[in-house]
């Protein structure tokens, strides 16, 4: 067990949704994304509201301008070979405004995070307006 998994928690119910959305989202028509983040007193990660986003600049309304969030998301592409490709990665907003106890507590968590949400590849970006440009990170690295 690594100590990244000793320190930081997911309750049962957020293992579930977590799954339901990877494997809800894998032929999405649209892009889908949730919000995660974790509780400083707790260390339990969880999603930050209710809410699935199916649009970008709504997502990047939500970050926040001063604290680091984890954003699954399931962004499909049409590749340049004509080929749709649903990407599903983790995005680690970091905000180079954040302090720096929740960069650490964000850092700590990245990896486990990653390995429970299942994801390809954690893009990271360090305000929201990055999300406007992220279908060419998407298709970039494919």
Do not use: W
Not at 4 to 31: I, V
Not at 83 to 88: A, G, I, K, T
Not at 111 to 132: F, K, Q, S
């Amino acid at each position: 067990m690594s100590s990244e998994s000793r320190l930081y928690t997911f309750s049962p119910e957020t293992k579930e949704k977590l799954r339901k959305f990877r494997l809800g989202t894998s032929r999405a028509k649209d892009p889908q994304a949730v919000i995660y983040q974790i509780d400083k007193h707790t260390l339990e990660i969880a999603q930050a509201d209710k809410e699935t986003y199916t649009n970008m600049q709504e997502l990047a309304d939500e970050l926040p301008d001063h604290s680091p969030r984890y954003v699954l998301l399931s962004y499909p592409l049409t590749l340049p070979s004509g080929r749709l490709s649903v990407p599903y990665v983790l995005i680690y907003h970091l905000p180079v405004t954040c302090n720096a106890e929740l960069r650490m507590l964000y850092a700590g968590a990245k990896e486990l995070m990653r390995n429970t949400a299942e994801v390809g590849r954690v893009i990271e970006i360090e305000n929201a307006e990055d999300l406007e440009d992220i279908e060419s990170k998407l298709g970039a690295e494919q």
